[in-house]
């Protein structure tokens, strides 16, 4: 037969009444894990029943000793109740699982005055602790059963009596009663809010809280908030008068809790527009923040000055001590609101000025109108922030990289977090590694200079527990893709990317609970090497495949090269330049292939792997290879049609073999090759492969191929392909064949390497159609600075008479566009350089225009001297130094000026083989070397420094 209470309760005189508490514990523990709820109540029931009745006898014992004195020796005297049974009581209670709401179709309304209500499913225990703290009054309707947060309170007043209670119980049971509003709203509708006409003249028992018309869930909410802020108080009160003891320290989160759940009150009551208990719920929760404050005063070493500090640390993405810093906390401040957001559970929140004035009015569902000339009074809802909320805004500035500081704005979220953590805005909303990674995305889908490095400071964060969040594989893999996104502007970065692959592996090395490296992040290491076009990169990616390989080998099942891996090896032995690589691409396609044929179809070549191999081909020049991989494709798309997955050439395909041919050494035969690859182009298009036709970058490889390839009709049929995709392109309207800047940049260059006569006119011809097609709003065809440069080229290879000034004007013209806003007029160094070579070479015998040549010559040379953004180069020093020789003559004022250039040349660093050659054409080799020996100290070995920024190492020796 089962022990009922009242037997427990007879047991307690004679057994050690701590003990038997504990076995009931215990019991109710197993219960829980085993999911036995009726178990787990009553054993709790029957360890609080036992407390109580120990209480008592003390109680009762302490009476007796006042009245007869000091007790003998050998009574058999109760102890006093220790205060780990307080806290094991009330541990269990708290155990127990959220109360059951009863119907409330015909419950009366509640008592709300400070005097604690019967929860208990035995009313006889709440009227015993009743009697032992003083207190008669039980109120006999029960709206929710099993109310382990009030019953946790009667147990800690009890202990109040013979303790000093540690703070963390006062905050368990306060975030317990706050769980008890949020029930009591969450169960609240607008119909149930208010049950009838509300008569504010009406109270219970005194207290103007609540009315009688009141739903009793509605009441039960504002008596649980009233006993969470009453905890609080004590809680508060006893920390003083301990000495501000740390251990008696209200933490945080019970101060958030109380606030949170008076805003919710403060909502209910504005749904039911009652403004005066609103405005009270308010006030108190603007004293509760003011409260806090001054508990946790940041300037107070105090309590609260540790757990601040440690906050910010713990959450704080940003390193302290560094020139970041402050960058960042400006965007978090120019975030933060004059409002301070509210929060409880799941529900809405307030947002209140700290200053006590009103926020920004929002429209609502629900107002009531204040009678009278009272001011209205507007409050903004708002949903809780949670890590869900975080993430979202930090993924929205991650797919938002056209804005500049999206990447900084998105960290700076992070920073704010750890503000609201540090207050206590926020408490308990923390970052997760999902917050993290999506700020590292953001450095990578930035964009912007630095960004790689931005995101491995965070990874490295991450990596030595200044959060209490550890990186993940996508960490990883998302800053490494990070330097491979700015592989082609920062030099090494496919190094740097490496770096972090082989911390991680060293990492999870020593510590195999610690993420490994995956396929993806060997993958964005090796596109770190492909898109750098780094030498070396190509060597160092067959490296990382090989231990790829490895990897997979000993048991790395995440470690598999597939396609996509090798597509990236052989794109990085495309771009490295290095001697052999485009036949170490193709043995990796063949391999693909080969592996393909006997089932692995993640090793299965896609039309990119192709295509890469066919670049690397182009760019060596091998056309005999790229023409036969072309064929074979053709081949094995025949043969796999009906396996299917063997990709057809395409357009690009194509254009690879004509770049081919553009480059390789049988310039005759290349260009009648070029030719019949055009036609077949052109039928099969018309045949319905739509995957092959000629666009702007076939056209545009066919003309390339034509201008190098020196034959007499170049010029008429590169001028032919230009005239055709003007026709289409421009006045026809077709934009897969419009012309290109670059198309006008490779028919300008035909016209300058054919030394043609007519070059001169047509290049100027080209270049004002050229702008006229670009004002006319034809932006494919923008004049860049490399048509300028080129069309001066021409003029300057030309025989016109004049024709230095004719290039100084392009210039101006040039300088004329840059400065409208076509910024990809800029003029550049090379533009400079051939306005100085159409002066140096001006035709002699013309004395006139021989003194034009050299004024040109020399005003150039000045406007690139004194520019803001270029500087003369080795051989922008020598064309003058030429163009001195052939246009001045010989006298004491020219050796001055030689001198002057060559001081000049000197410290720039600039002397290179051109300004050697030239000097030495400009005087006698006595003074030659005189000039070079006064220059150089009496030695003949020029310095270092004379040539330490001419682009191609040059250290001469003069002998």
Avoid at 502 to 514: F, G, V
Wanted: glycine residues 6%; aromatic residues 8%; negative net charge.
């Amino acid at each position: 037969m089962a022990e009922t209470p009242t037997d427990i309760a007879g047991a307690v005189e004679t057994s050690n009444v701590a003990d038997t508490i504990s076995t009931h514990l215990q019991r109710a523990a197993r219960a829980v894990s085993k999911s036995d709820v009726t178990k787990q109540e009553y054993e709790v029931e029957a360890a609080e029943r036992a407390l109580v009745q120990w209480v008592d006898d003390y109680r009762g014992q302490s009476a007796a000793d006042d009245n007869i004195g000091t007790p003998d020796a050998n009574t058999n005297a109760q102890p006093k109740p220790d205060v780990a049974v307080f806290e094991d009581v009330i541990g269990g209670l708290l155990s127990l699982p959220p109360p059951y709401v009863t119907s409330t179709a015909n419950a009366e309304p509640i008592d709300t005055s400070d005097d604690i209500n019967s929860q208990s499913n035995s009313p006889e225990i709440t009227q015993q602790i009743r009697s032992l703290l003083g207190k008669s009054k039980n109120n006999a309707n029960i709206l929710i059963t099993n109310n382990k947060s009030e019953r946790a309170t009667q147990v800690l007043d009890l202990m109040e009596a013979f303790h000093e209670p540690m703070g963390s119980i006062y905050d368990d049971i306060i975030a317990s009663h706050g769980g008890d509003v949020l029930d009591c709203l969450s169960h609240l509708t607008m119909e149930q809010l208010v049950v009838g006409e509300i008569d504010e003249d009406v109270s219970v028992d005194g207290d103007d809280t609540t009315s009688t018309q009141d739903s009793p869930f509605y009441q039960q909410a504002w008596k649980s908030a009233k006993t969470a802020l009453q905890l609080l108080n004590r809680s508060e009160d006893l920390y003083r008068e301990t000495g501000k003891s740390s251990s008696r320290l209200p933490s945080i989160s019970s101060y958030v809790t109380t606030m949170d759940v008076w805003k919710a009150l403060a909502i209910g009551a504005e749904e039911k527009g009652d403004e005066k208990k609103r405005d009270e719920a308010l006030e108190t929760v603007k004293s509760l923040r003011q409260r806090r404050l001054d508990v946790y005063s940041l300037e107070d070493g105090e309590g609260g000055e540790q757990g601040n500090n440690s906050a910010r640390s713990k959450y704080s993405v940003i390193p302290s001590g560094t020139n970041t810093v402050e960058d960042v906390l400006a965007f978090a401040t120019n975030l933060l609101s004059k409002t301070i957001l509210g929060t409880f559970g799941s529900g809405f929140v307030g947002v209140h000025d700290v200053r006590g004035s009103k926020a920004s009015p929002t429209p609502r569902r629900h107002t009531k109108k204040p009678n009278g000339d009272s001011k209205q009074r507007n409050y903004h809802i708002v949903p809780k922030p949670n890590t869900d909320t975080i993430n979202g805004v930090l993924k929205a500035w991650m797919v938002t990289p056209n804005i500049s500081d999206a990447a900084r704005r998105a960290e700076s979220i992070l920073a704010q977090l750890a503000v609201w953590q540090s207050n206590g805005s926020l408490w308990g909303v923390q970052p997760n590694v999902v917050s993290y990674n999506t700020c590292i995305n953001c450095w990578k889908e930035s964009g912007i200079n630095g960004a790689a490095a931005r995101a491995t400071e965070i990874l490295t964060l991450l990596e030595d527990s200044s959060t209490d969040v550890y990186p993940d594989v996508v960490s990883y893999s998302s800053c490494m893709g990070a330097w491979a996104e700015c592989s082609y502007r920062e030099v090494g970065a496919g190094r740097k990317a490496e770096e972090i692959l082989t911390r991680m592996y060293t990492r999870s090395k020593e510590d195999d609970s610690l993420p490994k490296p995956n396929t993806r992040c060997f993958n964005a290491v090796l596109l770190a090497y492909a898109n750098g076009s780094w030498t070396g990169g190509g060597k160092r990616a067959l490296e990382l495949l090989r231990f790829m390989e490895r990897l997979h080998s000993e048991g790395y099942d995440d470690v598999r090269p597939d396609a996509y891996t090798l597509n990236i090896v052989m794109k990085a032995l495309t771009n490295c330049g290095e001697s052999g690589a485009a036949q170490k691409a193709n043995q990796i396609l063949r391999r693909m292939e080969e592996s393909f044929s006997k089932g692995d179809t993640r090793l299965q070549p896609d039309l990119l792997s192709y295509n890469i191999v066919l670049d690397a081909f182009a760019k060596k020049g091998d056309a005999e290879s790229a023409e036969s991989l072309l064929n074979q494709m053709y081949l094995r798309a025949e043969r796999g049609s009906q396996s299917g997955g063997i990709a057809k050439p395409n357009t690009y395909s194509y254009t690879a073999l004509l770049n081919a041919y553009a480059r390789s050494e049988d310039k005759v035969a290349a260009v009648r090759k070029a030719e019949d690859l055009f036609n077949d182009i052109e039928r099969r298009y018309a045949a319905g492969e739509t995957d092959v036709r000629a666009d702007t970058s076939v056209y545009n490889a066919l003309i390339n191929c034509w201008a190098k390839s020196g034959d007499r009709k170049a010029l008429y049929r590169v001028t032919q392909i230009l005239n055709l995709m003007e026709e289409l392109g421009l006045h026809g309207d077709d934009s897969e064949v419009q012309p290109t800047s670059r198309t006008y940049c490779s028919v300008l260059d035909a016209l300058s390497r054919s030394r043609n006569w007519k070059a001169y006119q047509q290049s100027l011809d080209i270049l004002d159609r050229m702008e006229e097609f670009y004002s006319n709003g034809y932006e494919s065809v923008r004049p860049c600075a490399r048509a300028y440069s080129i069309v001066i080229s021409t003029i300057a290879r030309s025989r016109k008479r004049g024709k230095a000034v004719k290039a100084q004007e392009i210039l101006h013209r040039m300088e004329s566009e840059y400065r409208k806003g076509n910024t990809a007029a800029r003029p550049t160094v090379y533009s400079y350089n051939a306005v100085l070579n159409a002066a140096a070479y001006t035709s002699k015998g013309d004395e006139k225009e021989q003194e034009e040549a050299f004024k040109v010559a020399c005003l150039t040379f000045d406007q690139l001297r004194m520019s803001d953004y270029l500087q003369p180069t080795h051989v922008s020093f020598g064309t003058f130094l030429k163009a001195i020789q052939n246009l001045m003559p010989s006298s004491d004022v020219r050796d001055d000026l030689v001198k002057s250039v060559f001081r000049r040349c000197c410290r720039d660093g600039q002397v290179g083989d051109l300004v050697l050659r030239n000097m030495k054409g400009l005087s006698s080799p006595e003074v030659y070397q005189t000039l070079l020996k006064g220059e150089a100290g009496g030695n003949y070995d020029l310095p270092k420094s004379w040539s330490a920024n001419v682009r191609e190492s040059l250290y001469v020796h003069v002998g």
